[in-house]
């Protein structure tokens, strides 16, 4: 239905609940994203890879502007076959304003 979170139009999203992507089977890292930005702005954010307390990464992520609801999702995927293996984290940093908003989601990767 509409309403729920794990739905991306008519594709059913399933959380990885922290098991280990294999860069052989797996491939990408794909991830989802819902915004709902304040009125009268769009955010912008920032994706980051950070492995320990190093930032190996920070790329700009362009955001789809909002739907009919005014929330904004986004679904994207990250290669996997440039990763060593190891554990890692997937973090978006979220601006709109002076308001900033950091996620940070864990995984690993093993070849």
């Known amino acids: 239905t509409a309403d729920n979170p794990l739905y991306f139009g008519d594709l059913l999203l399933y959380p990885n609940l922290g098991e ?5 089977k797996d491939k990408t890292l794909s ?11 769009v955010p912008s954010a920032i994706l980051e890879i950070v492995q320990g307390t190093q930032s190996l990464a920070q790329l700009p992520m362009e955001l789809p502007p909002p739907d ?11 290669p996997l076959a440039n990763f060593p293996s190891g ?7 979220l601006t709109q304003g002076g308001q900033k908003e950091v996620r940070d989601a864990p995984f690993t990767v093993v070849e």
């Open 31 to 41: 991830f989802y994203l819902t915004v709902d930005p304040a009125p009268g702005g």
């Open 68 to 78: 009919a609801t005014g929330r904004i999702s986004h679904v994207a995927q990250l």
């Open 20 to 24: 280990p992507l294999g860069k052989a």
């Open 87 to 93: 554990s890692y984290i997937l973090r978006i940093t």
